[in-house]
C-alpha cells in the first residue's frame, strides 16, 4: 500500500464549476500538507502549504486537512481553463531540515471552456 | 529571478552510455534533489543533498550517483543507463531552516529515452 495516494483521475469539469481533489494517506506521523501544480512540460510549483488540521484558503483556492481520517482536499472554486494542469499532493513529518516530501500521484484536471 | 535549470532538457541515449544531467540553483539553497516522474508512481526521490558535500540515497537510488562539489550544483549521474531508467527527471532545492523552509523549487524536467 502506498503511503499516500490519490487519485489519478483525468479529471474534466466545465468552466466555473468548483473542483475537489483529494489524496488519503496511512502515515500518521505526517503533520505538513501542500498541493503542487504542475503545468504541462513544466515543474512542479507549491500552490498550497497547510500545517496539521484545518482549513487555509488563498483566492480561489482551499486546502482542507482532516487529520483523524488522514484525508486532505484540495478545492477550487470558479475554475478557469488556466487552472487545467497536473496537482500534486504532498506531505511531510517535518518542515525544517532534511524532512522527506512524500508525494501522491497527481490528478490531471481540465477545465473545459 | 530565483529559479533552478537543468541540461539537458530532452536526452535520447543508448544502453550503457554514461550520461550527466546538470542542475543549478541561484538560490543559495542548502538543500537539493533528485526526483524521477513516472505515470502511475508519481515522484519519487532518487538521491538528496543537505550541503556541500553531503549527499545520501533517497527513495529510488540503484543507477544513479551524485555529487554536490558546490553549494548552486548538484549534477545527476548515470554511469551505465538503462530503459528501467527512461523517465520525466526533476531536480528540486530548498533552504533548510526559517520561513520558506518549506517551499521547495522544482526546475523544468529533463525528459530521458533510454533505447
Known amino acids: 500500500q502506498k503511503e499516500v495516494e490519490q487519485d489519478p483521475g483525468p479529471l474534466s469539469v466545465p468552466e466555473g464549476a468548483i473542483v475537489s481533489l483529494n489524496c488519503t494517506y496511512s502515515n500518521s506521523a505526517f503533520q505538513y500538507f501542500m498541493w503542487y501544480r504542475q503545468y504541462s512540460r513544466k515543474g512542479p510549483e507549491l500552490l498550497m502549504y497547510t500545517y496539521s488540521s484545518g482549513n487555509k484558503e488563498d483566492g480561489r483556492f482551499t486546502a482542507q486537512v482532516d487529520k483523524s481520517s488522514k484525508y486532505i482536499s484540495l478545492f477550487i472554486r470558479d475554475s478557469q481553463p488556466s487552472d487545467s494542469a497536473t496537482y500534486l499532493c504532498a506531505m511531510s513529518k517535518s518542515s525544517q531540515g532534511a524532512q522527506k516530501l512524500v508525494f501522491g500521484q497527481g490528478t490531471r484536471l481540465t477545465i473545459n471552456p | 529571478e530565483a529559479q533552478v535549470t537543468q541540461n539537458p532538457r530532452y536526452l535520447i541515449t543508448v544502453t550503457g552510455k554514461k550520461l550527466t544531467v546538470t542542475c543549478s540553483q541561484n538560490m543559495n539553497h542548502e538543500y537539493m534533489s533528485w526526483y524521477r516522474q513516472d505515470p502511475g508512481l508519481g515522484l519519487r526521490q532518487i538521491y538528496y543533498?543537505?550541503?556541500?558535500?553531503?549527499?545520501d540515497k533517497g527513495d529510488v537510488p540503484e543507477g544513479y550517483k551524485v555529487s554536490r562539489k558546490e553549494k548552486r550544483n548538484f549534477p545527476l549521474i548515470l554511469e551505465s543507463p538503462s530503459p528501467n531508467q527512461t523517465s520525466l527527471y526533476f531536480c528540486?532545492?530548498?533552504?533548510?531552516?526559517?520561513?520558506?523552509?518549506?517551499?521547495?523549487?522544482f526546475g523544468p524536467g529533463t525528459r530521458l529515452l533510454v533505447l
Open positions: 528540486a532545492s530548498r533552504g533548510l531552516a526559517g520561513k520558506g523552509a518549506e517551499t521547495q523549487y
Open positions: 543533498s543537505m550541503n556541500v558535500e553531503v549527499t
